[in-house]
């Protein structure tokens, strides 16, 4: 890589006079010290309203078919939908294979993104809102250039400082969410199909049902597929992972595969599912699963604010009547959310439920 650099730095600019560059900035999102560790501050990108021009029509049609053609692909609208899914893997009893990537952006190299980019230059084809050479220049970039910059409010904008970028995702373009997981869904298919030898696209038995979205991963796998042993063999072959990963299985040292890091592999039942920030339990009473936010993030999170709009009891009485509409009969997040029912705002008020 340094003596492809040392070739050409500026790779792929020459004949461009307006590089691809992004802008990044630090997320503003709620999070919580660790065991005494504070939390880690992540990086998100403001892609310029011409590579939004450029990608987003293509990106929204390609989501469009992807889901619809790959079992899987993205999750269902609402957790309602979700549940069931999850039903029908319990009445199936199939295993759960779930695993979440440490620094997903960051991990996909030229391998999974160069690979990704192929698809792009086979959909110029179909592309007419710009100039074909256009849309090539956005989706396959190689290298990225990357303007850090902070903000101050009496100074205004700070430069900070300027880098290349080697292939990787930049979260808040427009295909990283739809990118990522038609990467992911893919990935996972690699490994079942390449490593383990079982088919999964165009198997009319469904004996493995990957589902993704962004760097999370679930899938769904039948009794007798194939042996555990096997399976965790082949995710070592094709994940890496860190010296203080947290598994079912002690993975601890793998450090070869794509490069695509496993912060965690999870290995149960439909109750063991972790997806997108949710936890999945069967409820006996309603014969149903039920899909909730994770506890521990609810108690911590749900009252904080840093934009509050209006008075904190109208603010309180809100969050009382949104969370009324996933929470139901939920003992726990039911009780705590009564305290937020501060009964000051009349209408809303009057629509709450005690």
Not at 340 to 354: F, R
């Amino acid at each position: 890589m340094r003596e492809w650099f040392k070739d050409d730095l500026t790779y792929p600019f020459i004949d461009d006079p307006q590089p691809r560059y992004v802008d990044i900035f630090c997320k503003a999102e709620k999070q919580a010290f660790e065991n005494g560790t504070p939390p880690k501050s992540r990086a998100i990108s403001a892609i310029c309203a011409y590579d939004i021009w450029v990608m987003g029509p293509v990106v929204y049609f390609m989501s469009i078919y992807l889901k619809r053609n790959l079992i899987g692909f993205d999750t269902a609208k609402s957790w309602a939908d979700t549940a069931p899914v999850c039903n029908r893997w319990r009445n199936e009893q199939r295993r759960i294979w779930q695993s979440d990537v440490s620094g997903w952006d960051r991990c996909v190299g030229e391998a999974l993104k160069g690979t990704w980019m192929k698809v792009y230059a086979f959909l110029s084809q179909y592309v007419y809102h710009v100039p074909v050479d256009v849309f090539l220049y956005h989706a396959t970039a190689h290298i990225t250039m990357i303007n850090g910059e902070q903000f101050d409010k009496e100074i205004g904008r700070q430069f900070v400082f300027q880098a290349f970028c080697l292939y990787q995702i930049f979260s808040g373009t427009s295909d990283t969410k739809d990118g990522n997981s038609a990467i992911n869904w893919n990935l996972s298919v690699f490994l079942w199909e390449a490593v383990i030898g079982v088919p999964v696209i165009n198997n009319p038995v469904n004996p493995v049902e990957p589902r993704v979205a962004g760097d999370d991963n679930a899938t769904a796998v039948l009794p007798g597929t194939a042996d555990e042993h096997d399976i965790l063999e082949a995710y070592k072959q094709v994940f890496c992972s860190p010296n203080h990963i947290k598994s079912h299985y002690a993975v601890e040292n793998i450090s070869h595969g794509m490069g695509v890091t496993l912060k965690f592999l999870l290995v149960g039942d439909t109750n063991t599912i972790d997806f997108c920030s949710t936890a999945v339990f069967y409820c006996n009473g309603c014969r149903t699963h039920r899909i909730t936010r994770k506890l521990d993030r609810f108690l911590h999170f749900t009252g904080w604010t840093d934009k509050l709009e209006v008075n904190p009891e109208e603010y309180a009485e809100q969050l009382y009547v949104a969370n009324q509409q996933w929470i139901g009969t939920l003992p726990i997040f039911r009780a705590y959310n009564k305290f937020l029912n501060t009964g000051v705002v009349g209408k809303l008020a009057n629509n709450s439920v005690s």
